[in-house]
């Protein structure tokens, strides 16, 4: 009994009115992932797709897994928030979205420490990813994956 209460506080509003289905903003989210996705791979690996041209990974390239890494973030989280279809959010989920911030500003800087001057090839030498910026990268990358994961409404009815 209680448990169906639960279900239709979920799906209806106060006034008794349907909340809408968040189906089409999880569509949205989910393409703007794997839009990112490409970017990312575009700008980490674009010898997978035949247009490497260069023996380094130089400046355009690691701006642009970066800019791929803040479009991951954006459709993650849009996809993300959708599942709470309007409900509050936990604390666990805020802390969550300030985690991918987080991770996101920690990959910035370690992926452009040479251009900020604070890596291994300071200015003006050509700025190049090397090991330890690739290792700030993914402790970045695993930081917005703790966010991520704290963004899931667990324990909530999903509508059909």
């Avoid at 970066?66 to 604390?91: D, E, F, K, T």
């Avoid at 090839?121 to 090397?130: D, E, N």
Wanted: glycine share 16%; net charge positive; proline share 6%.
């Amino acid at each position: 009994m209680n448990n169906t209460l639960s279900r239709k506080s979920q799906l209806f509003d106060a006034g008794g009115i349907q909340k809408p289905l968040s189906r089409m903003r999880i569509r949205t989210g989910l393409i703007i992932t794997l839009t990112g996705f490409f970017v990312f791979i575009v700008g980490a690996k674009p010898d997978w797709l035949g247009w490497d041209r260069s023996p380094v990974v130089g400046f355009v390239q690691i701006a642009v897994f970066l800019v791929g890494l803040a479009i991951i973030c954006l459709g993650g989280y849009i996809g993300l928030l959708a599942l709470w279809n309007g409900n509050q959010r936990s604390i666990g989920a805020d802390i969550g979205l300030r985690l991918v911030s987080t991770g996101y500003v920690i990959s910035v800087f370690a992926g452009m420490a040479d251009v900020f001057g604070m890596g291994t090839h300071t200015p003006p030498a050509v700025p190049v990813f090397g090991p330890v910026q690739a290792t700030g990268v993914v402790l970045g990358e695993i930081v917005i994956g703790i966010g991520f994961l704290l963004l899931i409404p667990y324990g909530r009815q999903f509508p059909d």
